[in-house]
């Protein structure tokens, strides 16, 4: 029987494995090609973690939001490009869709004012911007739900269309 951790600023993976209860031997034993060695590296940083692991402790521990911790956190292309979805829940998600889609309505008029030209003119840029910022929050709602739908699924509480 494994040791519990008192190490703090654990990181995601060694938290996320210790919330579901396993030990790294546990853990090792359900994850294809790990080893509880292995695992203790990840989790310590001392190897670097590799996309294919990410996805295969989310699918066995059943969090989807390692995926978003590693594109957002440890990829150098995330890092500067993907969106940063939080766990949220599904009627603020709603809301804060709503909200940004009522938002990006009453500014539509004005996008296609300013993109007519193919070009946005100095005077235009202020207003670009905010419909740009807009067009952020839509895009950040839809991956918020789009994580909690996956939470859903990965805890029983959703089932796939080709699962039902």
Not at 23 to 50: C, H, M, V, W, Y
Not at 51 to 57: A, G, N, Y
Not at 64 to 86: D, T
């Amino acid at each position: 029987m494994g040791r519990k951790s008192i190490k703090e600023n654990k990181s995601i993976y060694q938290q996320t494995r210790e919330e579901l209860g396993l030990t790294r031997e546990k853990a090792a034993d359900l994850i294809p090609g790990f080893s509880p060695e292995r695992l203790e590296k990840i989790e310590n940083g001392r190897t670097q973690i590799q996309p294919e692991d990410v996805m295969l402790l989310a699918e066995y521990y059943k969090a989807p939001i390692l995926c978003n911790h590693y594109c957002v956190n440890e990829c150098p292309i995330g890092q500067v490009h993907a969106l940063r979805p939080e766990p949220k829940e599904l009627g603020q998600i709603a809301v804060e869709t709503l909200n940004a889609l009522n938002r990006m309505n009453r500014s539509k008029e004005r996008l296609l004012e300013i993109v007519e030209d193919g070009q946005v003119r100095p005077d235009e840029y202020q207003d670009f911007v905010e419909i740009k910022g807009v067009l952020d929050k839509i895009a950040l709602s839809v991956a918020n739900l789009q994580l909690w739908v996956n939470e859903q699924i990965a805890e029983g509480n959703l089932k796939k269309p080709d699962q039902a």
